[in-house]
């Protein structure tokens, strides 16, 4: 729903987050050395506090919102993401089938984008009603579309003689080489991100409230850098601050609306 859409009978309401960083640590800290201490088996109870936390501070029209996840299909999500991750770390060691493996990956990421979506949607409650997703694969298929195109630029790479000219670039400037390539992926993976988010928003439904996420690249790019270096430099510790500044951010750029009113 965008502005031009709105009728008269559409209300506006305001989203708003009252929680702290220095709360938030309170409850991040105890999770964080558990996930360390059991090799990320506490991870998905982790998460559930840590969501428990953020939507029960997070407002809308003044009313808080609930999670209600159970940590079993967490983990096994979590389980499932690890097995992905360790399949695409061997198509790497495998040039020749690794674009291709990399290429059914982001294939099937819309389906599976869907499914958790209409996870997250369920698991957050509103006046005691959980949402619903009502989208479908297509739309995600626009996120992973700058995927693909890196796909099938490194498979050019791999099979032509692109590789064979910049060789002794590299070895001189190994520096000047691997940058762009990292710059790139940074790029793509917060263009997946803020469209995903975009698209999420879009189609989740609490009866008859609606959402409209207007989140951009640049901006998020920047969100990610400058929350990533504060982390590093903090040695982690500013971990729970960057986490709460994300969050207010996709709120500044979420609007919602009742379109029952």
């Known amino acids: 729903m965008t502005s031009e859409t709105l009728s008269d009978e559409t209300r506006p309401l305001a989203l708003t987050f009252h929680g702290t960083a220095r709360e938030y640590f309170r409850i991040w800290l105890p999770g964080a050395c558990l996930t360390w201490l059991t090799l990320g088996l506490f991870s998905a109870w982790a998460a559930v506090r840590r969501n428990r936390y953020l939507l029960a501070r997070t407002r ?26 360790g399949l695409a770390w061997l198509a790497f060691l495998l040039p020749d089938v ?6 059914g990956y982001a294939y099937l990421l819309p389906s599976v984008l869907v499914r958790v979506a209409r996870f997250g949607a369920r698991c957050r409650k509103y006046c005691g009603e959980p949402g619903e997703f009502t989208g479908s694969a297509r739309p995600f298929y626009r996120a992973v ?27 001189a400037h190994p520096i000047l080489v691997t940058l762009p390539y990292y710059a790139l992926s940074v790029w793509v993976l917060v263009s997946m991100e803020t469209t995903v988010r975009n698209v999420v928003a879009k189609h989740t439904r609490w009866g008859s409230l609606s959402f409209e996420s207007r989140l951009e690249t640049g901006a998020m790019v920047w969100l990610h850098l400058t929350n990533g270096l504060a982390s590093l430099l903090s040695l982690g510790l500013l971990i729970p601050w960057a986490e709460i500044r994300a969050l ?6 979420l609007s919602a609306f009742d379109t029952a009113s």
């Open 248 to 253: 207010r951010y996709r709120l500044s750029r």
């Open 145 to 171: 579309a700058p995927l693909l195109a890196c796909i099938a630029l490194t498979a050019e790479l791999v099979v032509g003689h692109i590789r064979h000219y910049l060789r002794p670039f590299s070895d």
């Open 60 to 85: 809308l029209d003044g009313l808080p919102f609930e999670y209600q996840a159970r940590v079993w299909p967490l983990l096994l999500g979590r389980a499932c993401l690890l097995l992905s991750l």
């Open 98 to 103: 690794g674009c291709w493996v990399l290429a």
